[in-house]
């Protein structure tokens, strides 16, 4: 590899919707550039149809906007994947034009898993690239048959194809260690990495956490509005001089979650705020004196690296988290991991509550171990390494 190799992204998503890219692709690309590699980033900007085939130069990497044909998308979900097959050849295109030294594709689905079908020997040769393609995994997308187009086809092929793609690729990056165990029951490899997800480009040290608040950070598609409720109803019988701030969800979410607030007569109690951004919600994180991260346990949660637990130890809040997936492999010892039940919540938020030196001990190691382990820096360094094996 040379000392600026250079490495293609292709995402199937934009920079604005769903968060992949901003949240994930991005802080990866950027911290290889910081490493010295140049970078390009292809995405599928349906939210920004105005910059296709536009490159885009103002980070230190390009980002390129794949083009589509807008029309051809309403004419049903059968077009849609006309649609992705040609911007896949788009990006093959590119990708002999660019040489890039490495390929990195985001997700197993749409865009690039017809990039690594047709690169891998779907499109008979013609679409073959020589440099070598890995798949990044950071969801297990078989859980998310609800949001996807052709969702009755996906149901029953797409773990199937899911498994086709972990296989194909010539090795996989994965944000869980729950992703890491199905993905390695279908390669035959060990060309499987543990790559977390990244700090937020703002953090905070040792943040005050004296407001009597209870912060829940949720964007509410992980657990169902009246679970949380019914959580929230055990929480604040257990703090009587507490109150509980909701914090992420989209406005369509939220009249949800008021609803059940209602109908359990804790409204009075719980504030929810919408999504906001990075800024003020790190610094609503950073006064909180407890955070709970709530999922249920589902087969999504459980293969997500949940970025609002590392949003929280950014700020070196104390966190109480439930057991589902990530969370015990992201907070190690630096907070408190307990079973997704309500009265096993409200009694280890009611215990930190009142512990302000536990609370103190908790919210320095969570920080510490934030910038130590989940920093952009380690993460570009460890993808670089990652790449050295197979060029």
Known sequence: MTTRPRVLFVSPFGLHRRGTVAHRILPFATALAQQGARVRIAIAGWDTPQDRRTIRTELPLDIVHIPFPPKVLRRGDVSKVLVWIYMARWVLDQARTWAPDVIHLSKPVTVPFFFLALARGWGRGKWRVTA?????????????????????????????????????????????????????????????????NVLPPLHFVDGPHDHPRLVVPTRLLDIRPEVLAGWLGDVVRALPAGNVLVIGPEREQVNALLAALERTMLRSRVAVVVRQKLRAYLDILSTARVG????????????????RVLDMMAVGLPTVAVDVGEPRWLLGDAGVVVPPVGEAIAGAVADLWSDEERRTVLGRRAYGRARREFARARAGRCLLEIYRMFV
């Open 292 to 307: 709970l991260y709530a999922v249920e346990n589902t087969l999504a949660a459980r293969a997500k690296c949940p970025r």
């Open 132 to 196: 070598p393609v890995l798949l990044d995994c950071d969801d297990l997308e078989q859980a998310w048959v609800k949001d996807v187009p052709l969702a009755r086809v996906w149901r029953t092929f797409g773990p199937r194809l899911e498994a086709w793609a972990w296989r194909a690729a010539d090795g996989v990056t994965a944000a869980s260690h729950f992703l890491m165990e199905r993905i390695a029951q279908v390669r035959r490899d060990d060309h499987l990495w543990w790559v977390p």
